[in-house]
């Protein structure tokens, strides 16, 4: 989808992209100096040329920060696919809700295949270098708790990845509420051991582990694995059915 998307050039809305597709301008190699589009002057379309031009090597030498600039924060998830092998989905487990006065208890990353989970205290430094190996972050909610969380603890690490937070993606396919409550909507079940657990629990279960009981944190690590596989799947059904609807009534 991203090599379809036109709205990152500097001066085309979406007005100008949808009628790039309606006149049959499916992706960037669609588009050449030999094109003729109404109400698209000639300098214009040259001027895209370049755009597009810049845009492919951007994309092959795989510059991430450059797609994160230009696209639309409600488009991210367009990088979705181009981005794949290098995005990870990430989740946090806090004290509290304010990342003034709240720590981060553990991090959980899912490359799509392994799951790392960084606890405080234990192995919590090691986020910060594995961080820099994605170049796409994929949240729920991220953008107002995780990512706020995240540049509050570790004020070191550089966080210019594409950024999808899903609960927007989500809503504009119909999918609004928490994660729990989404996940059920479309059918997907967690665990008997972590089925009914909430943020609120998550909070208790690191008490618990705090005053020694080690089996929580085992809870606590399976519930925020949970979060972030099934993110996965949430992420693959935003983007198909996103992609969709943009060629949809064309």
């Known amino acids: 989808m991203l090599k379809s998307t036109f709205i990152h050039i500097p001066g085309v809305g979406y007005t100008t992209e949808r009628k790039l597709w309606k006149n049959g301008i499916k992706d960037w190699w669609d588009f050449d100096g030999n094109l003729r589009i109404p109400d698209l002057s000639q300098h214009r379309i040259n001027v895209m040329i370049n755009e597009l031009k810049e845009s492919k090597q951007k994309l092959t030498n795989g510059d991430h920060s450059f797609f994160a600039a230009r696209l639309p924060s409600k488009e991210m998830w367009r990088a979705y696919r181009e981005f794949i092998d290098s995005a990870v989905f990430l989740d946090i487990e806090t004290t509290g809700l304010s990342w003034e006065r709240s720590d981060i208890t553990l991090i959980g990353l899912y490359d799509g295949e392994n799951v790392k989970t960084y606890v405080k205290g234990a192995n919590m430094d090691e986020f910060v270098r594995d961080i820099k190996n994605f170049s796409m972050v994929i949240t729920f909610n991220g953008a107002r708790f995780d990512l706020p969380f995240i540049r509050a603890a570790f004020p070191q690490v550089k966080m210019d990845q594409i950024h999808i937070d899903l609960m927007y993606p989500l809503r504009r396919i119909g999918l609004s509420g928490g994660l729990k409550y989404i996940e059920k909507r479309v059918g997907i079940e967690r665990s008997s051991e972590v089925k009914n657990f909430s943020g609120f629990d998550a909070v208790n279960l690191w008490y618990k582990y705090e005053r020694g009981d080690d089996d929580a944190l085992r809870l606590l690590v399976k ?28």
């Open 223 to 250: 519930y925020n694995a949970e979060d972030i596989k099934n993110l996965k799947m949430l992420m693959e059904l935003a983007y198909g059915k996103l992609r969709e609807l943009c060629f949809s009534e064309l």
